[in-house]
């Protein structure tokens, strides 16, 4: 049986009548963060900002399976105050946030690859700490409604899940994407999460409607 949640979050998905224009000036925002970047020649950010970006599509659309598949309800869902639901657990305003969000989060590494912290990789440090941030926001946002959990082991009394899952191969990711070498294996991973990304979107919402 279909939560009430799910069932509300779902009536949303790709609602234009709830469009408010802020989105376009968070467009812009967006626009401009990664038109700096590129303006001062700092690629391996923009490319490590659109991995972490899309690490975040790569989620939502297998949380919109699950609620498919499951007729129950997604891991997690967006229930209301949006000016567009692209997912059932993701709107314009959590899209735009992990675009920029993957930009702040590669500016704030030490510049040195090597660097310990406490005797471990600055990049594990980084990442571990900025998910642990990032869930308690979640929990934060849960807490008041405006991000739904339903199912049992995805919630503030086991948190490991959304930490594992939720965050930390965003962050993964995008470091290992910004530290690459080679410029070409940073377009290659970039395009080819950009390209499955693509793919299944065309499937699952285009084509099957599923998601």
Not at 51 to 76: C, Q, R, T, Y
């Amino acid at each position: 049986m279909m939560t009430a949640s799910a069932a509300q979050a779902q009536q949303l998905v790709r609602d234009s009548s709830h469009f408010q224009w802020y989105a376009i000036a968070l467009l812009l925002i967006v626009v401009y963060a990664y038109a700096e970047q590129a303006a001062e020649k700092r690629w391996n950010v923009v490319l490590a900002g659109l991995a972490f970006w899309l690490m975040d599509w790569v989620n939502e659309i297998w949380n919109g399976l699950v609620f498919h598949f499951s007729g129950f309800a997604p891991v997690w869902g967006t229930p209301g105050g949006s000016a567009y639901t692209i997912l059932i657990g993701l709107n314009i305003e959590i899209s735009f946030m992990f675009a920029l969000m993957g930009l702040a989060t590669v500016r704030m590494l030490p510049p040195d690859r090597n660097l310990k912290i406490a005797g471990i990789d600055n990049r594990w440090v980084m990442a571990v700490v900025n998910s642990i941030l990032c869930v308690c926001v979640e929990v934060w946002l849960n807490h008041i409604g405006a991000l739904t959990w339903d199912w049992r082991g995805w919630n503030a009394g086991a948190p490991w899940l959304i930490f594992l899952i939720g965050y930390l191969p965003f962050f993964v990711v995008a470091y290992w994407v910004h530290d690459m070498r080679s410029r070409k294996s940073q377009i290659t991973v970039v395009a080819s999460l950009a390209g499955g990304v693509g793919v299944a979107l065309a499937l699952f919402a285009g084509v099957l409607g599923w998601i």
